[in-house]
């Protein structure tokens, strides 16, 4: 019986066990956790990773930030260098930050990617979102692709890290696109590309998702919950947008508790509908922040014991005669003198805290402003199209009777 298979249908088979194979490629948390220090750490401010010394950097203490490492353009903010522990170059893209940014969001055309051709996706057909594009293209002319190719030169055969949240989740797919298609990186020896997103937008049509899910050796799209950013833009925009695959969908993140979706990149099966802001910025449990003396919830209130220390101090100031002491108990009095509290340090980080609150809430209420103008939109849409039914409806019957009239 072996003997009458023929070699032909021996190799289908070996092929078709190793598309099993790497479809079925385990996903690894502690992968994931590794990735998000990279992608929340690209928030943080430009001389904090120039000398790796970040609240996210303590995490992966042993990254080697590249010289010239940390690209910032008009509005954008990208890193790279080299983990030794896991012997790979990373390339971490900042997320949505600034105004200029979300003007890329929504810059929602499509435009023609030239690369991949050979994979049946003509250069003229408009395909890929023209603002996430378009800032890979800057941060690449900013110095971040010389940046890349003497990583690529100094660690031939490394494998790559490729990461990002939100914004920069896109970015990251398409760099990692570029990696593989684009003729600037032909003559480097690059090994497995891999990537790991979080928050993902939408950021290709399906015929270079499709691509991309073909060439890149590993991509892990994670989506938190009800994040609403993983749902725009809407298929239905532009030429339509697709997911790349595959999806890891967090149904709790505060007990970790995920689903791995098919290679589809839009499992029905995983849809959901995305309202929540928090949910974008709290991923695996850990809230997007680059305040150093935060929490890993990432809580925005004053700490109950700083109010008590102010109110303390305060009312110490308004009674001179009595001193400090008639005013605090003994225990209060021990807090203080064992932590060094001093009042001005008290009223800096209140305020501190007070002001990035404010920052926070500015940006839930746009996020939410974003979220009702996309509502009004899909509403106006759909009004629309229901309208332009009905007037051809409506033609049509009219048009039926003049002709049997005549």
Not at 99 to 125: C, E, H, L, N, R
Not at 270 to 278: A, L, N, T, V, W
Not at 305 to 332: E, G, Q, Y
């Amino acid at each position: 019986i072996f003997k009458a298979v023929s070699k032909t249908m021996w190799s289908h088979l070996v092929v078709a066990l190793s598309a099993v194979y790497v479809s079925n490629a385990a996903y690894s948390q502690s992968d994931a956790f590794n990735a998000l220090y990279y992608a929340y750490g690209a928030y943080c401010d430009a001389d904090q990773l120039s000398s790796w010394d970040c609240k996210w950097c303590d995490y992966v203490s042993d990254f080697e930030i590249a010289s010239n490492g940390v690209i910032t353009g008009d509005s954008l903010q990208a890193f790279a260098g080299y983990d030794p522990d896991n012997r790979r170059i990373v390339a971490s893209f900042r997320g949505t930050a600034n105004i200029d940014d979300w003007m890329k969001d929504f810059d929602y055309s499509q435009t023609t990617y030239p690369y991949a051709s050979a994979y049946g996706v003509d250069t003229t057909t408009d395909c890929i979102h023209s603002g996430f594009y378009d800032s890979w293209n800057e941060l690449s002319g900013d110095g971040l692709t010389t940046t890349l190719t003497e990583l690529f030169s100094k660690y031939p055969g490394s494998d790559i890290l490729v990461t990002g949240h939100s914004l920069g989740a896109a970015i990251a797919q398409i760099a990692a696109l570029e990696f593989k298609l684009s003729p600037v990186y032909d003559s480097y020896s690059i090994g497995a590309v891999n990537v790991i997103t979080f928050g993902s937008p939408r950021w290709a049509r399906d015929v270079l998702a499709t691509v991309y899910d073909k060439v890149i050796d590993s991509n892990w799209r994670i989506v938190n919950e009800d994040d609403i950013v993983p749902t725009v833009p809407y298929t239905y925009m532009s030429n339509g947008f697709h997911h790349s695959a595959t999806e890891i969908r967090y149904t709790d993140y505060e007990t970790l508790t995920y689903t791995q979706c098919d290679g589809s990149g839009e499992d029905s099966d995983c849809d959901y509908i995305g309202y929540s802001i928090p949910d974008h910025l709290h991923y695996l449990d850990l809230y997007e922040d680059c305040d150093a003396d935060s929490t890993s919830s990432g809580s925005d209130w004053i700490d109950i014991d700083d109010l008590a220390l102010l109110s303390i101090s305060t009312t110490s100031n308004d009674n001179n005669d009595n001193n400090v002491m008639t005013t605090m108990d003994v225990d209060m009095v021990s807090t203080i003198m064992t932590e060094g509290a001093k009042t001005t340090d008290i009223e800096d980080k209140i305020i501190y805290k007070w002001k990035e609150g404010l920052d926070n809430v500015s940006k839930i209420a746009l996020s939410i402003a974003v979220a009702i103008g996309w509502l009004c939109a899909l509403i106006c849409c759909l009004c629309y199209c229901r309208t332009r039914s009905k007037l051809m409806k409506a033609q049509g019957t009219n048009g039926y009777f003049q002709f049997h009239e005549v």
